[in-house]
C-alpha cells in the first residue's frame, strides 16, 4: 500500500508561486508514474500533469503548460508541482497521485491518491 501526502498549499496573489510537495510512504516511488490533478470549487476533477519513473516523460494540460513544473526526486520519495504566473482559475484542491506504469496519464485511473491541498489565488 502506497500512501500519498501533499504539502505546499496555501494563498497566493495572482502571478505569484507555490510549491507542491507529494511525499509517498509504503513503496519506492521510483516504481510508481505520478500525475497531479486538480478540482476547483462547482467543477470536475482535472489533469494538471504526469511524470514517469524517471522524469523522462512529462505531460501538462494546456491551461498549465508553461507556467507548472512537475518534477521528482525519487531518492527522496518525492515529487513536487511548481506552481508559477498563478491565476485565480487556478485556485482548486490539487491532488497527487502515482500508479504502476501503463496507467493512462490523463485519466483519474490511478491506484493512490493523496487527500490534497488546497491553493487560492486572489485577484
Known amino acids: 500500500q502506497v500512501q500519498l501526502v501533499e504539502s505546499g498549499g496555501g494563498s497566493v496573489q495572482a502571478g505569484g508561486s507555490l510549491r507542491l510537495s507529494c511525499a509517498a510512504s509504503?513503496?519506492?516511488?521510483?516504481?510508481?508514474?505520478m500525475g497531479w490533478f486538480r478540482q476547483a470549487p462547482g467543477k470536475e476533477r482535472e489533469f494538471v500533469a504526469y511524470?514517469?519513473?524517471?522524469?523522462?516523460?512529462?505531460l501538462y494540460a494546456d491551461s498549465v503548460k508553461g507556467r507548472f513544473i512537475i518534477s521528482r526526486d525519487n531518492a527522496k520519495n518525492t515529487g513536487y508541482l511548481q506552481l508559477n504566473s498563478l491565476k485565480p482559475e487556478d485556485t482548486a484542491v490539487y491532488y497527487c497521485a502515482a500508479s504502476a506504469p501503463g496507467v493512462s496519464a490523463t485519466s483519474e485511473n490511478y491506484l493512490y491518491w493523496g487527500q490534497g491541498t488546497q491553493v487560492i489565488v486572489s485577484s
Open positions: 511524470i514517469s519513473r524517471f522524469g523522462n516523460g512529462i
Open positions: 509504503g513503496r519506492s516511488l521510483s516504481s510508481l508514474v
